[in-house]
T-cell receptor
Framework: KNQVEQSPQSLIILEGKNCTLQ??????????LRWYKQDTGRGPVSLTI?????NTKSNGRYTATLDADTKQSSLHITASQLSDSASYIC???????????FGAGTRLFVKA | DTGVSQNPRHKITKRGQNVTFRCDPI?????LYWYRQTLGQGPEFLTY????????KSRLLSDRFSAERPKGSFSTLEIQRTEQGDSAMYLC????????????FGPGTRLLVL
């Protein structure tokens, strides 16, 4: 069964600290993996896209990694800001047709 | 603003009523998707169009749900005889059919069925 599991479910950190969010997937065959940021009451916004041949992709203070062998990805946020408070959703897309599987998200709270 | 827009942003209805939501995609995008999202969960795929053709429907899309994209531009999602379990955020996204296509999401329509 195609699944995307994210951990932790929620996370509280202090402003300025770093954090890492995890994503494990069983989607096969694999095409690409994306991380989205979703602010409360808004639609998700794409942060990074990686194919199976890419190990890392950065977007400002966001760095995503991918290990296609172990089917794991992480999103590292550096020097967190209050505006980083949001849900971070891992999305995996398979090949050979349309299948987009969303994780449940990690809810990040950044405190001053 | 040239992003994806959705109307209305909020809808409160009584059980048994019909509701219709509209999505206006980014103008040059040929793909349009509908998702449903409940609190604390990621979006769940409902259906998708390439131009005016509805190419895939999820099993989540019961007979009470219907979606159209008559001219390959805006789309509507109708829910008939709403039930309390239909309460959720309904998200629309659009994209260009390219390798590594990126879906751009609208702000969503939040539905509450009383």
């Amino acid at each position: 069964k195609n699944q995307v599991e994210q951990s932790p479910q929620s996370l509280i950190i202090l402003e300025g600290k770093n954090c890492t969010l995890q994503c494990n997937y069983t989607v096969s065959p694999f095409s690409n993996l994306r991380w989205y940021k979703q602010d409360t009451g808004r639609g998700p916004v794409s942060l990074t896209i990686m194919t199976f041949s890419e190990n890392t992709k950065s977007n400002g203070r966001y760095t995503a990694t991918l290990d296609a062998d172990t089917k794991q990805s992480s999103l590292h946020i550096t020097a967190s800001q209050l505006s980083d408070s949001a849900s971070y959703i891992c999305v995996v897309i398979n090949t050979g047709g349309f299948k987009t599987i969303f994780g449940a998200g990690t809810r990040l709270f950044v405190k001053a | 603003d040239t992003g994806v827009s959705q109307n209305p942003r909020h809808k409160i209805t009584k059980r048994g009523q019909n509701v219709t939501f509209r999505c206006d995609p980014i103008s040059e995008h040929n793909r349009l998707y509908w998702y449903r999202q409940t609190l604390g969960q990621g979006p769940e795929f409902l259906t998708y169009f390439q131009n005016e053709a509805q190419l895939e429907k999820s099993r989540l899309l019961s007979d009470r749900f219907s979606a159209e994209r008559p001219k390959g531009s805006f789309s509507t999602l109708e829910i008939q005889r709403t039930e309390q379990g239909d309460s959720a955020m309904y998200l629309c996204a659009s994209s260009l059919a390219t390798y590594q296509e990126t879906q751009y999401f609208g702000p969503g329509t939040r539905l509450l069925v009383l």
